[in-house]
């Protein structure tokens, strides 16, 4: 492999492996509050993509309740991505609000709360589609402005062409892990969610509001997870629906990789993956999910608690 290739490889998983690590993010924000798995979660991805969409002034297709609907205005990426990522976040609220606060308040099994949650996203998924139908949307050419489509990174004689739009979600990518790193480090706030993490009881006792604290971490878990759709569907379109689908599976890829419950394990499970994905031969780039999942599994079989992930001690 030259060395051009093996640097647009490089900065090309650094790209998706960091939207993976967002996403994935949200996954963790509320496994560290809750101890369970949100299944709704890629489901407010596959919204978040949608919010932007419309809020930039795309038209709703033939199909659908809404057909050929649009908003009168047309926002610019950054604010819609940012609007969008704000209604996906009350979407969280709500599905916390009416799927899981229920369930939580009467002590019910875990389990059960993986199936409401399972039940919410199939519930999304329809409306979605009886809404604007199942066609692909794809974001206007201009998205990013008066941007290049590509930048090279090498000279004339031996280019190396990034597309704009890789650079731009890394760069999205890393603002937000960065902003969230510090709220969760050093802000009243984070140090909050970490204490209610950590024993919710004591917390409480303490004088923390956990169901206040559980409300912010749904909305900011969705915000997260609307930021990413809008990103990947501004890279490759909103393939319908299911659009979600997918990257939620690859969302629990990256939090197991990186060890339950650990944000910084998030952080790094997303850019393996993503770089696992990027290096992956063009002749076998078909099996590039299957190649990443078998790596993820016999990296497993050397950390079986995520590379970041801590022993859970069993008392007896």
């Known amino acids: ?106 002590g019910a099994d875990p389990l059960l709360t993986v199936v409401s949650s399972l039940g919410v996203a199939l519930v999304i998924v329809n409306l979605i589609q009886y809404l604007v139908g199942a066609e692909s949307y794809t974001f206007p050419a201009d998205t990013y402005g008066k941007l290049p489509a590509a930048i090279n990174f090498g000279t004339a004689e031996n280019p190396i062409p990034i597309r704009t739009v890789q650079i731009v979600i890394f760069l999205i990518s890393a603002l937000i892990l960065a902003v969230l790193t510090y709220l969760i480090n050093t802000t009243k706030y984070g140090k909050a969610m970490r204490a209610v993490a950590e024993d919710s009881t004591t917390a409480s006792l303490l004088g923390i509001d956990t169901n206040r604290f559980v409300v912010l971490t749904f909305f900011v878990s969705s915000f997260l997870a609307g930021i990413a759709g809008t990103l990947v569907g501004s890279s490759v379109s909103i393939a319908g629906p299911y659009f979600g689908i997918s990257y939620g599976l690859k969302g629990l890829a990256v939090i197991v990789l990186g060890g339950l419950g650990s944000i910084p394990g998030a952080m790094v499970g997303g850019l393996v993956i993503g770089l696992i994905e990027a290096f992956v031969p063009a002749d076998y780039s078909a099996y590039k999910d299957a190649i990443a999942y078998s790596i993820l599994f016999l990296m497993l079989l050397v950390y079986p608690q995520g590379l970041l992930g801590r022993k859970v001690i069993q008392k007896v």
Do not use: C, D, K
């Open 1 to 106: 492999m030259s060395f051009s290739l093996f640097l647009q490889n490089f900065l090309n998983g650094l790209s998706i492996g960091s939207v993976y690590a967002i996403f994935a993010l949200g996954y963790t924000l509320i496994f560290s509050i809750l101890g369970i798995i949100n299944f709704a979660h890629g489901m407010v991805f596959t919204l978040g993509a949608y919010f932007t969409y419309f809020l930039m002034g795309g038209a709703v297709g033939f199909n659908g309740l809404l057909a050929t609907a649009q908003l009168s205005i047309a926002l610019p990426f950054w604010l819609a991505t940012l609007l969008g990522g704000v209604l996906a976040g009350l979407v969280g609220v709500a599905i916390e609000r009416f799927a899981f606060r229920p369930l939580r308040r009467r």
